[in-house]
């Protein structure tokens, strides 16, 4: 017979939010399960830049310590080159002279962090190495998952079932809930190579043309590096050879040409990144609701992914433990979230507009076009109190909600 468990809370997905949103139910005595289709976190993960809010809310749920002991890469400064000449330095310490820096943390170390947190509490579960199969459906409303992998199943009935499974998000496509889908007219390839002797710790965006690198330190000693490639052209572009790849490189950032030379020897080490954006219009039902990715699915300009989906969980998680509080054997009906979704969708929504507005800025080509583009970034530079208006909306913004 099918084993069935009882849970007040079943999260599907152990990534940051998932994993933060288990840890903060978990010490509200809330009876959750966090289910992980991964069997561990020992892989390459593309985002791992947390923003100084993001910091300060990892610092005030109690990781601070922890963080400090294992260490991370601080990165005060964002800089905007065109043809290797610095158009635009954005620097965080003139917002907030502690909180001064994007830092680059091992996510899989984030996750141990506070999945190993939530471990502490006896009404905590995780499930590594399964997934969600099916959503389990009574009277209009979603009452559990039918879980499982090749071998075992069991299933998980709820009070909610949390779908924070990224941006494919299956929980979402079998809830029925619908998403806006816009590709963005290009994807990332992600690399990491060494970082030479002395580089500046500055995140870095590279133009030329319309062809566009990113280029963050990363801790202890790497650069994740992602270069821009047309949407549907990767094949293309890997058929020309490994040292289109290298030319493409040394072009943008020639002090890093004999690097990638010698570190990236063939294609398997890229990892291609579909880029599009996700708005749903409707983030729940009764008994479901979306968070993070599955919810909101953004570029990686500016690298906003982890932020957004550690405030859902810090969000959601009040409006979950006010319901059981008060209702403890009752299905959570959808009504109860339209709050968290009003209030996270401005910020994500803030967010990808000037995201959008960067992708454009960064795609335009021909000498015309590229000269505006160049005058419109010096004059950003010299004016102060815009780039602090800036750095303050999209990195600091979350802190009026810690």
């Known amino acids: 017979m099918n084993e069935v468990m009882e849970k007040s809370v079943c999260i599907a997905g152990a990534g940051p939010g998932g994993a933060l949103l288990g840890l903060l139910l978990a010490r509200a005595g809330i009876d959750v399960v966090v289910l992980e289709k991964s069997k561990d976190f020992e892989r390459e993960f593309r985002g791992e830049s947390l923003s100084p809010d993001a910091r300060k809310l990892l610092e005030e749920i109690g990781l601070k310590d922890y963080m400090e002991e294992h260490g991370y890469l601080e990165s005060r400064y964002l800089g905007l080159y065109e043809n290797n000449e610095r158009l635009m330095r954005m ?12 830092i680059e943390f091992p996510q899989p170390v984030l996750l141990s962090a506070l999945i190993n947190e939530a471990k502490k509490f006896p009404n905590y579960d995780i499930r590594m190495g399964v997934s969600a199969k099916e959503l389990i459906k009574e009277d209009g409303k979603i009452v559990g998952v039918e879980v499982g992998n090749t071998e075992q199943s069991y299933t998980i009935r709820t009070k909610l079932v949390v779908a924070a499974d990224g941006r494919y998000s299956r929980l979402r496509k079998m809830s029925g809930l619908s998403a806006n889908i816009e590709p963005v007219s290009r994807d990332v390839s992600w690399f990491m190579i060494p970082r ?17 690198m990113i280029l963050l330190p990363t801790y202890p000693d790497k650069i994740r590096a992602g270069i821009n490639i047309p ?7 890997r058929n020309q050879g490994i040292e289109n790849l290298y030319n493409f490189v040394e072009e943008l950032e020639p002090a890093l040409g004999s690097v990638v030379r010698e570190s990236v020897k063939d294609w398997s080490e890229l990892a291609l990144l579909d880029i599009f954006t996700a708005e749903v219009p409707q983030w729940s039902l009764d008994g479901f609701v979306l968070m993070g990715d599955s919810a909101h699915t953004i570029t990686p300009i500016m690298g906003q992914g982890i932020k957004h989906a550690l405030f859902d969980a810090r969000k959601l998680s009040g409006v979950v433990i006010e319901c059981l509080k008060n209702n403890p054997d009752t299905v959570i009906d959808h009504h109860h979230f339209l709050e968290y979704q009003t209030e996270r969708k401005k910020s994500v929504t803030e967010t990808l507009r000037f ?10 080509s021909g000498r015309a076009k590229a000269l505006g583009r160049r005058t419109f970034y010096r004059i950003l530079n010299s004016l102060s109190f815009a780039k602090q208006r800036i750095m303050k909306k999209i990195y600091y913004g979350g802190i009026e909600a810690i």
């Open 196 to 212: 030479p002797a002395n580089w500046d710790p500055e995140i870095k965006v590279k133009l030329k043309g319309d062809r566009h």
């Open 231 to 237: 949407k549907g052209k990767y094949k293309e572009f």
């Open 355 to 364: 995201q959008k507005r960067q992708e454009r800025m960064f795609l335009l």
């Open 91 to 102: 620097d965080l310490g003139e917002v907030d002279k502690d909180n001064h820096a994007i």
